[in-house]
């Protein structure tokens, strides 16, 4: 079967007709435009969940296509990274349909739609905002930032510490939510002296879980791993580096590496297989 949204997605390369033949067939009611705005966007997407529309858009629900939020969500952020605006212009476009989307599918439940949102995060944004929107003074952006806290954990009922702990989204990368619990437990006053006390905290994390490895303590070691990760995430807020960049980062450059690794060997007429325990050292070694 003829997939009219692949058909709609390439209306710029001339294939309107093409497009109407479709809609017509379908019984689709949608008018053809050079340029769609978020309306035309609302009517594709309920289109597609429709009888007529898309059998594979018709069955999905949240849990379906839950994922597909995240990696949306990671595309905008490559697109971002590499400062590239006609992608940027694209990946904010999958992002947002995913929000039109799941929209959608609790507006076909009764429960709420695209407007309900756009409602809920205008008032958001004004409330959160009273030195723009109100009469409140700040002097700086950390006055800001204080005032957004004080709102968030007012609006969310957030009464203690740990409950604004326990409010940071589980499904976040292990390293982000670590950083950011650490984040929350230190503006409340709970937070080491220094980078050299952060420092300190790294080095008995690695002695223990060294000590828990040699004693073959598998759950142990396991802790101990997880704590040496989260004594890391602590040293990244006093050294000012995000954990997830700093990691990203890394891994970037030990691909480079053993890349210029393997086209070395190759060029020598050898395999992998062939490297020294000298040179697979020196790759994860390298720092350059």
Known sequence: MTDFRVLLYK????????????????????????????????????????????????????????????????????????????????????LLFQAVFHCEIEKERGRFEFNDICDDVTKKMIYRHPHVFGDVNVNNSDDVLKNWDKLK??????????????????????????????????????????????VDLVKEKLASLELAINDKNEALTEDNFGELLLSCCILSRFIKKDCEKALTFAVNKFIMRFRELESNTRSQGKTLDNLS????????????
């Open 153 to 198: 954990k007012k609006s969310k009922h957030q009464d203690t510490v740990a409950d604004t702990l326990d409010s940071v989204p589980m499904v976040l990368p292990a390293l982000m939510r670590g950083e950011k619990v650490f984040k929350r437990a230190s503006n409340a006053g709970v937070a080491l002296s220094g980078t050299s006390e952060a």
């Open 277 to 288: 325990d000298e040179q697979i050292k020196a790759l994860f070694l390298n720092s350059d």
């Open 11 to 94: 209306i710029k390369n001339g294939l309107k007709k093409r497009v109407r033949q479709v809609l017509e067939v379908y019984d689709l009611d949608f008018e053809i435009k050079d340029k769609y705005d978020i309306d035309d966007l609302l009517e594709v997407t309920r289109i597609l969940r429709s009888e007529n529309g898309c059998p594979w858009d018709r069955e999905q629900d949240h849990k379906s296509v839950r994922m597909n939020v995240l990696e949306e969500a990671y595309e905008v952020m490559e697109a971002i990274d590499a400062d590239d605006a006609a992608m940027l212009k694209e990946e904010l476009g999958d």
